[in-house]
């Protein structure tokens, strides 16, 4: 089965930054469309950044030009390096693979769904104080 477990989150101050990795096995890694999604407690959950299979890479307007999306096909990983972190970006963070798309930049302008992707983690913690 498909296994997810993202890392990298915690608690800084508003500035500062983050790089959160997600690991991920048990499926043929470079042939999926990957993603970040975020949820911060009361609030829909958003889709963040997605990476394609060809390596284009999409944003969501909040955190445009902040955050940045890179696969490591090597070792396994998604990650999210997040800087100039603002208190809205405090949410609970969860990587995400569709295992029948190539493409799905289009989830970044997606709220309250998953976007098709069938494969999660359980989320890492991102807290940014002001």
């Known amino acids: 089965p498909v296994h997810l477990v993202e890392s990298g989150g915690g608690s800084v101050q508003s500035g500062g930054s983050l790089r959160l990795s997600c690991a991920i096995s048990?499926?043929?890694?470079?042939?999926?469309?990957m993603g970040w999604f975020r949820q911060a407690p009361g609030k829909e959950r958003e889709g963040v950044a997605a990476i394609d299979t060809d390596w284009t890479t999409s944003y969501a307007d909040s955190v445009k030009g902040r955050f940045t999306i890179s696969r490591d096909n090597a070792k396994n990983t998604l990650n999210l390096q997040m800087n100039s972190l603002k208190p809205e970006d405090t949410a609970m963070y969860y990587c995400a693979v569709d295992p029948e798309a190539s493409v799905c930049g289009a989830l970044v302008q997606t709220t309250g769904s998953w976007y098709g992707m069938d494969y999660r983690g359980k989320g890492t913690l991102v807290t940014i104080s002001s």
């Open positions: 048990g499926y043929t890694y470079s042939t999926y469309c």
